[in-house]
T-cell receptor
């Protein structure tokens, strides 16, 4: 069965500091990996996705993520956090078309001024 | 393009009552999903439609939940009777292809259900 673990429930970071959110997945084949962001009262917005090719993927809002097959990880990073990045972030894994997308429990990011 | 539309935004009901949520996906998106997001958790898939057919409803509590997408466009999710543990945000999403396979999901803003 596929699963996603986000070990950090909450992360507090100062504005301007770097941010890294951890994601570990379990999937029996080549995974399709996603990061979504959810602001309060809003739906989820896609930040970036990985299917194949370069293991470092760039997304919107200055985010990037690195796929490491040997570690079953897909960590999200941002070099310099803005106050508007305060939100909840979800990692998700899926497979071929029609296969179920499974989300992790999320990491809530708080940004200190 | 217009996003995924959901209504209502909020609903408060008493246990054992019934409730219905409506979703209109992005125009042309064949695949529609209903997710349940309990506070503090990630979204959990309830049901996936491809056009007007059900692809996956393995996690839908069929004794109380039902969903339909009769014309392959908008969809309704119903709960009858509601339980306290059904309190959650119900998210609708759509994609142009099956999820995970290269076509990202576009989410609506959700309906927050409170069962008292």
């Amino acid at each position: 069965a596929q699963s996603v673990t986000q070990p950090d429930i909450h992360i507090t970071v100062s504005e301007g500091a770097s941010l890294e959110l951890r994601c570990n997945y379990s999937y029996g084949a080549t995974p399709y990996l996603f990061w979504y962001v959810q602001s309060p009262g809003q739906g989820l917005q896609l930040l970036l996705k990985y299917f194949s090719g370069d293991t470092l993927v760039q997304g919107i809002k200055g985010f990037e993520a690195e796929f490491k097959r040997s570690q079953s990880s897909f960590n999200l990073r941002k070099p310099s956090v803005h106050w508007s990045d305060a939100a909840e972030y979800f990692c998700a894994v899926g497979g071929a078309a029609g296969n179920k997308l499974t989300f992790g429990g999320g990491t809530r990011v708080l940004v200190k001024p | 393009e217009a996003g995924v539309a959901q209504s209502p935004r909020y609903k408060i009901i008493e246990k054992r009552q019934s409730v219905a949520f409506w979703c209109n996906p992005i125009s042309g998106h064949a695949t529609l999903y209903w997710y349940q997001q309990i506070l503090g958790q990630g979204p959990k898939l309830l049901i996936q439609f491809q056009n007007n057919g059900v692809v996956d409803d393995s996690q839908l509590p069929k004794d109380r939940f039902s969903a339909e997408r009769l014309k392959g466009v908008d969809s309704t999710l119903k709960i009858q009777p509601a339980k306290l543990e059904d309190s959650a945000v119900y998210l609708c999403a759509s994609s142009s292809k099956g999820q995970g396979g290269g076509s990202p999901l576009h989410f609506g803003n959700g309906t927050r259900l409170t069962v008292t």
